[in-house]
């Protein structure tokens, strides 16, 4: 290119505001932030000029301005753009970006199951399906542990991560979980994770596990469909309908797994069995206690 073709491809701060739709004022705070520097600069007036390839860098400052990207991730991104793909730290600084984008995506999935959500509670007709059901005894490989407070799922995996070498890759049917309330009111409680199990529990399994037998239960029940953002509106229906016909619940809820993270990576597919547990107390004691609550 010769010196007059690139004087035709200068741009003066106002020609570039116009084609990237980016006011003077934010171009000269990107210069200023080190973002997005001027091909030229003119020594003694400091009139801006920029070049046409850097239109398509100025709209992605700008998209990722938008998008919250921290100042210090995104220099490292463009340093790391304008090198040239042979830099060792290119691929650092794509993955900040993935990484910020994914965070985004997440964020995103959450608003809109949250704007869901208020669809439904602004729905006066909208009510989760509840039965009364009596759940089978059953025998489990189980888990027990004090979860304390603050603690994160963590534990759920360890516990699931003992219970799999329990069963030794044999067929089993989805985990479960029975939780106290207190997990849920307190912060902290006792959770107990299990496999159901048809066999005696080897002798060379993890310490931690142990048999145990599921009582025969009665329990109000619910199908949970799909992350599990919005699962205090299936708890919210089960006490809910425990409430309104008058019985008394354990302090005890299950949750059963048929479809979860283990299965699929789709949240939308994840299906939980919610079992909100009776107690078998008289007609006449059940009255007392909703009386004394």
Same mark, same amino acid.
């Given at each position: 290119?010769?010196?007059?073709?690139?004087?035709?491809?200068?741009?003066?701060?106002?020609?570039?505001?116009?084609?990237?739709?980016?006011?003077?004022?934010?171009?000269?705070?990107? &210069?200023?932030?080190?973002?997005?520097?001027?091909?030229?600069?003119?020594?003694?007036? /400091?009139?801006?000029?920029?070049? $046409?390839?850097?239109?398509?860098?100025?709209?992605? !400052?700008?998209?990722?301005?938008?998008?919250?990207? $921290?100042?210090?991730?995104?220099?490292?991104?463009?340093?790391?753009?304008?090198? =040239?793909? +042979?830099?060792? +730290?290119?691929?650092?600084?794509?993955? !900040?970006?993935?990484? &910020?984008?994914?965070?985004?995506?997440?964020?995103? =999935?959450?608003? @809109?199951?949250?704007?869901?959500?208020? &669809?439904?509670?602004? +729905?006066?007709?909208?009510?989760?399906t509840v039965t009364l059901e009596v759940l089978s005894s059953q025998r489990v490989f189980a888990v027990t542990l004090d979860i304390p407070s603050g603690a994160d799922l963590s534990w759920y995996d360890s516990a699931m991560h003992d219970l799999d070498a329990a069963a030794g890759g044999r067929p089993v049917l989805p985990p479960g979980g029975r939780y106290q309330h207190d997990l849920f009111t307190e912060g902290r409680g006792r959770a107990t994770v299990y496999l159901p199990a048809e066999v005696p529990l080897p002798p060379d399994a993890p310490a931690t596990v142990r048999e145990?037998?599921?009582?025969?239960?009665?329990?109000?029940?619910?199908?949970?469909? =799909?992350?599990?953002?919005?699962?205090?509106?299936?708890?919210?229906?089960?006490?809910?309908?425990?409430?309104? /016909?008058?019985?008394?619940?354990?302090?005890?809820?299950?949750?059963?797994?048929?479809?979860?993270?283990?299965?699929? +990576? @789709?949240?939308?597919?994840?299906?939980?069995?919610?079992?909100?547990?009776?107690?078998?107390?008289?007609?006449?004691?059940?009255?007392?206690?909703?009386?004394?609550?």
């Open positions: 290119m010769d010196e007059e073709d690139v004087v035709a491809a200068r741009l003066t701060i106002g020609e570039f505001s116009r084609m990237t739709h980016l006011s003077i004022r934010t171009l000269r705070r990107y &210069h200023e932030q080190g973002l997005l520097v001027p091909a030229e600069v003119d020594p003694v007036t /400091n009139y801006r000029y920029y070049t $046409p390839a850097q239109v398509r860098p100025a709209l992605t !400052i700008r998209r990722f301005r938008e998008l919250d990207l $921290p100042l210090s991730d995104l220099r490292r991104f463009l340093q790391a753009e304008s090198a =040239g793909e +042979d830099e060792k +730290d290119h691929g650092a600084a794509q993955q !900040i970006v993935a990484a &910020h984008l994914r965070r985004l995506e997440d964020r995103l =999935g959450r608003t @809109q199951r949250a704007v869901e959500t208020l &669809h439904e509670l602004l +729905d006066p007709q909208a009510e989760r145990l037998r599921l009582p025969q239960r009665t329990a109000a029940v619910a199908t949970h469909s =799909g992350p599990h953002d919005d699962l205090d509106l299936t708890y919210a229906a089960l006490g809910s309908f425990v409430a309104r /016909n008058g019985l008394h619940s354990q302090d005890l809820v299950e949750e059963t797994y048929l479809v979860g993270p283990r299965d699929t +990576d @789709q949240p939308d597919r994840w299906r939980t069995v919610v079992s909100w547990l009776i107690a078998s107390d008289p007609v006449g004691s059940r009255g007392q206690k909703a009386r004394r609550d």
